[in-house]
């Protein structure tokens, strides 16, 4: 600040020499912008400030305040219920004193009202993740308890198949057994006594005689001279 007057300072005195109605307003001109330099503050941040004490605040530094409420458009009767939620300028804008400063105010019941809401939401969501991982767990322990469940099924159905397969092995080699055993039980047949082989018969008379009539082919006495139509039993008629 000091040396920016000194500056201005310098210009008029050099300017005071050149003479004319130029130098005479020259001075002038410079007290203007001293002054004007002079009366710029640097803007607060009252942001978050309820609006009394940011009222406070800015009239003490020469400020003009205008407060609307930004969110319902309410009257503002009591300062000391609203909180500052927005500025203009913003803080740390250097400002002239006696210019305005806007700002945007909200109830102190809007703010806690919606604190209270967005604490439920938060609630809400979080019991909604709760409930959906647990949920989410039951169901992974029923999937794991059923392919548990299906893999022991499996297990007892493959062993049961091989023990009824094993019983079918031991019932057929049983079987087996029991054949063999009962073929080497029974005695072989004895060899049937051979015909005599010099049976013959003259004629049929001589068959019917001996009670061999008829008599077949193949059997003992059987000859082409009692078969005379040749259909392999002689003395037939």
Same mark, same amino acid.
């Given at each position: 600040?000091?040396?920016?007057? %000194? ?33 710029? =503050? ?12 940011? @009222?406070?605040?800015?009239?003490? *530094? ?12 309410? %009257?503002?009767?009591?300062?000391? /219920?609203?909180? =500052? @939620? %927005? ?12 210019? @305005? ?5 909200? !109830? *102190? ?42 893999? @022991?099924? &499996? ?14 092995? &031991? ?25 005599? %082989? !010099?049976?013959? +018969?003259? /004629? ?17 006495? +059987? ?15």
């Amino acid at each position: 600040m000091k040396k920016t007057l %000194s500056l201005v300072l310098l210009t008029g005195l050099m300017l005071t020499g050149c003479g004319g109605q130029k130098a005479a307003v020259q001075p002038a001109e410079t007290a203007t912008a001293v002054a004007a330099v002079e009366e710029a =503050v640097t803007l607060p941040d009252v942001v978050g400030l309820t609006l009394d004490k940011a @009222t406070d605040q800015l009239e003490d *530094l020469g400020f003009e305040v205008e407060a609307v409420d930004t969110v319902e458009g309410k %009257s503002i009767l009591m300062k000391k /219920n609203w909180q =500052v @939620t %927005s500025q203009d300028p913003t803080g740390g804008a250097g400002l002239a004193k006696g210019s @305005t400063v806007k700002l945007g105010v909200t !109830s *102190l019941d809007k703010l806690a009202a919606d604190k209270v809401a967005a604490e439920k939401a938060a609630a809400e969501k979080a019991a909604a993740e709760r409930a959906a991982a647990a949920q989410a767990a039951a169901e992974k322990a029923a999937a794991d308890k059923a392919a548990a469940d299906q893999a @022991t099924a &499996q297990q007892a159905a493959a062993e049961q198949a091989a023990a009824a397969q094993a019983a079918a092995a &031991q019932a057929a080699a049983e079987q087996a057994a029991r054949d063999a055993a009962a073929r080497q039980a029974v005695p072989a047949p004895a060899p049937a006594a051979p015909a005599p %082989s !010099s049976v013959q +018969y003259a /004629n049929c008379t001589a068959a019917r005689a001996a009670g061999a009539a008829p008599i077949y082919a193949g059997t003992p006495g +059987y000859g082409k001279h009692l078969d005379r139509d040749g259909d392999g039993i002689g003395c037939d008629k």
